[in-house]
């Protein structure tokens, strides 16, 4: 069982797509960008349903629509602090953590100039989110997988950001204020008290590629460490310049 969605587990809307494909997508979303916060049928857009089954709008301007919601507002921008509401923002939209404070920095400015709107379209129209998902895939946490311009330390925040999917975003406080704010590595930590990796004893296969240099040639490489051993082993690795291609549980 792999520790973040693979590409197998991807959700799209397919072309001519079936009713079930649909549902399966309409569900992702709320699921996603919802933090998995439980949705009556009372709650569900029932309009920008009906625009994504005739064709009218795509999965991404779904996606906006529901980010765009009062119920969206009402879980976390009315009871969050700006500095949570950005957090959970990154990870409900682009599937990964804010890297550094200066990106948190640059959506409090787009927040505070602009309004709420143009903080949740900041993401969508962003050309991150095209390149990792388009018009018609659901948005995913993708915190195994690296890209130009992001750092390795995003993979610990996203992880961070992200343990415990049986568990929903509502309430929770903001998790990388102090790392952030003292451009501090994030540690991975053992959860306390259960959750989805609470099984401290597994073993984990950490594929990783090293950087090209003078002295080296660019290649994979893989090890397999137990769990107390995983967030020394990725500090590690980002130390020595190298890239984390994926995590994933050993059976």
């Keep these: 069982m792999t520790l973040w969605i693979s590409n197998s587990d991807l959700v799209e809307l397919n072309f001519n797509s079936t009713e079930d494909n649909l549902q399966s997508v309409i569900?992702?979303?709320y699921r996603q960008v919802l933090g998995n916060a439980h949705v009556m049928e009372s709650q569900r857009l029932s309009s920008a349903e009906s625009f994504l089954r005739n064709g009218?709008?795509?999965v991404k301007e779904f996606v906006r629509a529901v980010a765009n919601s009062d119920l969206y507002r009402s879980l976390f921008f009315e009871t969050s602090s700006a500095y949570q509401f950005i957090e959970l923002n990154?990870?409900?939209?682009?599937?990964?953590a804010p890297q550094d404070q200066t990106e948190i920095a640059e959506h409090v400015a787009i927040y505070n100039n602009h309004g709420y709107e143009a903080e949740i379209n900041s993401y969508l129209d962003s050309d991150e989110y095209m390149d990792s998902f388009g018009y018609d895939t659901v948005p995913y946490i993708?915190?195994?997988?690296?890209?130009?311009?992001?750092?390795?330390?995003?993979?610990?925040?996203t992880f961070a950001v992200s343990r415990g999917f049986a568990a929903n975003d509502i309430g929770k406080s903001a998790k990388l204020i102090k790392d952030l704010g003292g451009n501090l590595a994030t540690k991975i930590k053992s959860p306390a008290g259960g959750g989805a990796y609470a099984n401290t004893s597994k073993r984990f296969r950490v594929t990783t590629i090293n950087s090209k240099s003078a002295r080296?040639?660019?290649?994979?490489?893989?090890?397999?460490?137990?769990?107390?051993?995983?967030s020394a082993k990725i500090q590690g690795i980002q130390k020595s310049g190298g890239k984390i291609l994926s995590i994933a549980e050993v059976a």
């Design 56 to 58: 009218d709008i795509s």
């Design 216 to 230: 080296t040639v660019r290649s994979n490489a893989s090890f397999v460490v137990d769990y107390a051993q995983l």
């Design 90 to 96: 990154f990870k409900h939209l682009l599937g990964r």
């Design 27 to 29: 569900r992702a979303v």
């Design 142 to 157: 993708r915190g195994n997988q690296t890209r130009t311009g992001l750092k390795n330390v995003s993979f610990n925040r």
